[in-house]
């Protein structure tokens, strides 16, 4: 479902109207070109003042790190960053990965309720997303199993419901909503069912606007060290990589021709036939062996739709 632009105009009135706030909008910024691409036409183009929130998840890459200075920096705007502590993150990663393979589906979460977070105490009257399908590729709830005993669990890991959450069970209770980016609601919205997205003139306009940089020669998720490994997971769990949700969903978008898509696919089906490069660090600083990783993943595929005891892998 996509919105029209008037409706984003009537959005961003009321926003600037507000004077509660010194900000008219938060943006959760991870140095990636969609993230990056908001907080430019936030302040370029819509004339907002954000305030850019970064989560240091503990595989923030250097090329993101960047990204978000240079982004902050050449636009004029406040910036927060957030970082927990490595071995509480680390706790609550590997709650995930005994649960799906991979701890993304936490990364999401905290970004969202974090963010949640530093609205209500910054008074601040609107969250602008990027995640959509025509940025990202959502998975099914069938593939990606929302497993909310998991996601809960690790937080506690983590110990963040005392850092950041100043009611726990209003976010337990939260973390259930069928719609968790909120599309309808006017205190955060995720700009791209508003907009047009052109994907391959992002990273242009933002290489020569705000020096924004590739990562080994790609343009997806440049700001995590585990995208790479994610979908390398993914291939492994589902039997087919990450980015083929995006393609299907860019087909539909009508970026992308069937065609074009197939032959993206087989260049990564390529790559994924290898090990990322940094695999071995990757479980080498959560603790494991390969062969203990390969055990949880096998436990997943055998059973996909069944929950794992995530106990016996702490």
């Known amino acids: 479902m996509y919105f029209n632009k008037l409706a984003l105009d009537k959005i961003f009135e009321k ?47 250097e090329t993101g790190r960047q990204n978000t200075i240079n982004a902050v920096e050449i636009l004029g705007v406040d910036h927060l960053i957030v970082k927990p502590s490595w071995n509480e993150m680390k706790n609550a990663y590997r709650i995930m990965i005994a649960t799906y393979g991979f701890s993304c589906i936490f990364c999401d979460h905290s970004i969202f309720h974090i963010s949640r977070y530093i609205q209500k105490k910054f008074n601040i009257p609107l969250i602008i997303l990027g995640g959509s399908p025509r940025t990202q590729g959502k998975p099914s709830k069938l593939l990606y199993r929302i497993d909310y005993w998991a ?41 791209p069912y508003y907009l047009e997205w052109p994907e ?56 992308l021709t069937r065609e074009n898509a197939l032959l993206l696919l087989n260049k990564d089906l390529t790559m994924l036939n290898e090990e990322p490069s940094y695999f071995d660090e990757y479980l080498k600083k959560l603790d494991y062996t390969k062969f203990e990783f390969c055990r949880i993943l096998e436990k997943i595929n055998k059973y996909p739709f069944k929950k794992i005891d995530c106990e016996n892998h702490l």
Do not use: M
Request: with cysteine; proline share 3%.
């Open 15 to 61: 926003c600037k109207s507000d004077e509660n706030s010194n900000y008219n909008c938060l943006v959760p910024l991870s140095g990636g070109k969609d993230s990056t691409y908001i907080l430019y036409l936030c302040v370029k183009k819509f004339k907002l003042k954000p305030l850019a929130l970064t989560f240091d998840n503990g595989f923030f890459s």
């Open 200 to 255: 391959d003139e992002i990273p242009q306009i933002l290489a020569k606007e705000l020096k924004w940089q590739k990562s080994d020669n790609s343009t997806e998720h440049v700001d995590c060290y585990l995208a790479k490994i994610k979908d390398y997971i993914a291939y492994k769990i589902w039997g087919f990589p990450w980015q083929e949700i995006k393609y299907s969903d860019l087909i539909r978008d009508g970026q």
């Open 151 to 191: 996601i809960i669990s690790a937080y506690k890991k983590a110990d963040l419901e005392n850092h950041y959450f100043d009611n726990f069970a209003w976010f337990k209770e939260n973390l259930k909503n069928e719609n968790p980016l909120g599309l309808l609601d006017v205190d955060r919205i995720s700009l």
